[in-house]
């Protein structure tokens, strides 16, 4: 049985929830989103050195619960005590995990090893290690510990800012452990310190020549837009005010801001008062290298917004009173996780995010559709991934392509995979706020628009008698 099982499931999310209860104290260098970046990374690089001939495979779950569990005891936040026993802190963790699931973690060793990878995670404890001559056999040699710490140390690659601490003259004996001494160990050498070959190419990736990162790659909850393309940045603008006030009519009690985004404004009341400079800047626009006219944009949700809340909101607005508020948006794809192109980590987080919607219910029986768009990807085919997601839904489950209750949205972005899981996914025509509008249009006819001509354009994929239906 492909990984993770029921069970397996069933203890990694009662791991997340420990983790996010306790860490949402924590300052946002250490918090939830940094956690499932980590998890993220660690089970990509653990899938890396599985399919490696020879080399030994990492326990999957080892690595996902140490990931997962890794910064919930960070010496910055918890007293002394409990950072010097993570076993002891979780033990009434895996023995829950081992009564409610059938896994005993505990009796097959796992949880010691799971504890004491929480233990050496840490660059600085490692740090501390070599200098100390107390680098053992296990350090050299434990794959899941390789596996988190190069997934921590990547994410540390890409989140390190710049920052104004006080210098500490290098006589001072304090002078090691200053943010200075940190930022430019972490900064600069954390590639000499990676232990997996996968990890190391990574590395590489996320480095300019002068040794600085570069920025990260789409990650967490968003909704991916698809505008006008040239009107990028438009498209973003009118979104930000718009989402911006449903946002504060959705969650009321929280305190929501756009965050520092250069947006640049829509340039129509200038053009009335200046047509030649307007007309200059559309024929500068025009004459731009293709490469440079990107049409899919990504608009990050910080929580407790929750994206397919927000886009389901906005597009039964716009399909209730046929106004869209926006010039340059056409499709909105709301995305509450992501996690690279790779069958086995798309398949966790389809487990992952099923668990909680089907738990709501657990009576109900769903028919379902996974609506599948790939875009600069050819890597897996759309029979293979619409096949081995749709093992990841329980079998009371049933497949229906003409009037499904529920909606798996995948998206893939060249490496990226984003998910959801919606309702009326049909009836608010694909989130497609053009289509929407296009309807109100005089002399429009039933019919002709997009969504309805899906018929006209199918991808039969044949498994159990699992289909499923091409984008148009």
């Not at 660690?42 to 001939?53: G, T």
């Not at 340039?267 to 009335?272: F, G, P, R, T």
């Not at 499904?404 to 060249?414: D, G, S, Y």
């Not at 608010?428 to 309807?439: G, H, S």
């Amino acid at each position: 049985m492909s990984y993770p099982t029921p069970a397996e499931a069933g203890i990694i999310a009662d791991a997340e929830k420990l983790m996010v209860d306790t860490m949402a104290r924590y300052d946002p260098s250490h918090d939830a989103f940094h956690v499932q970046r980590v998890r993220k990374n660690a089970l990509q690089l653990a899938h890396s050195l599985s399919a490696q001939p020879g080399a030994r495979k990492p326990d999957l779950l080892t690595v996902e619960l140490a990931a997962l569990l890794h910064d919930v005891l960070d010496k910055k936040y918890v007293s002394a005590d409990e950072a010097a026993d993570p076993y002891g802190f979780f033990l009434p963790f895996f023995e829950a995990a081992g009564k409610k699931h059938g896994i005993d973690l505990i009796k097959d060793g796992r949880a010691q090893l799971i504890a004491k990878i929480v233990t050496n995670v840490s660059w600085s404890t490692e740090k501390k290690l070599r200098q100390a001559g107390l680098i053992e056999d296990w350090h050299r040699e434990c794959v899941e510990l390789h596996c988190v710490q190069d997934a921590d140390r990547l994410d540390a690659i890409g989140a390190f800012a710049r920052t104004s601490p006080l210098h500490t003259p290098a006589s001072d004996p304090r002078h090691d452990d200053t943010a200075i001494q940190h930022f430019y160990d972490k900064l600069l050498h954390i590639r000499e310190q990676l232990k997996t070959e996968r990890g190391k190419q990574l590395a590489e990736k996320r480095h300019r020549l002068d040794g600085t990162p570069t920025q990260r790659s789409i990650d967490g909850p968003s909704v991916w837009v698809t505008c006008v393309r040239g009107k990028e940045r438009q498209a973003v603008g009118e979104l930000y005010d718009l989402f911006g006030q449903l946002a504060s009519e959705l969650w009321p009690d929280s305190s929501l801001t756009t965050g520092g985004a250069s947006i640049a404004e829509d340039s129509d009341d200038d053009a009335d008062s200046d047509i030649e400079k307007a007309i200059a800047k559309e024929v500068s626009s025009m004459k731009r290298p293709r490469k440079e006219q990107r049409f899919v944009v990504i608009l990050s949700c910080k929580s407790p917004v929750d994206p397919v809340l927000l886009v389901t909101k906005h597009v039964g607005n716009v399909l209730e009173k046929g106004v869209t508020h926006t010039r340059y948006t056409q499709r909105l794809s709301p995305i509450s996780a992501t996690c690279s192109t790779n069958l086995q980590e798309m398949k966790t987080m389809l487990i992952r995010l099923l668990q909680p919607f089907l738990s709501a219910d657990e009576e109900k029986v769903f028919s379902y559709k996974i609506e599948l768009r790939t875009r600069n990807h050819n890597t897996l085919s759309r029979p293979q991934i619409v096949q081995e997601l749709a093992t990841c839904v329980p079998a009371q489950h049933k497949v229906n392509l003409e009037d499904p209750e529920v909606f798996i949205l995948v998206e893939i972005f060249k490496s990226t995979c984003g998910m959801s899981i919606v309702r009326d996914y049909y009836r608010l025509q694909k989130f497609n706020v053009m289509e929407i509008a296009k309807t109100e249009e005089p002399g429009f006819k039933p019919n002709e628009g997009r969504i309805s001509q899906v018929t006209k354009s199918k991808e039969s994929v044949t498994k159990e008698g699992l289909n499923t239906i091409a984008d148009v």
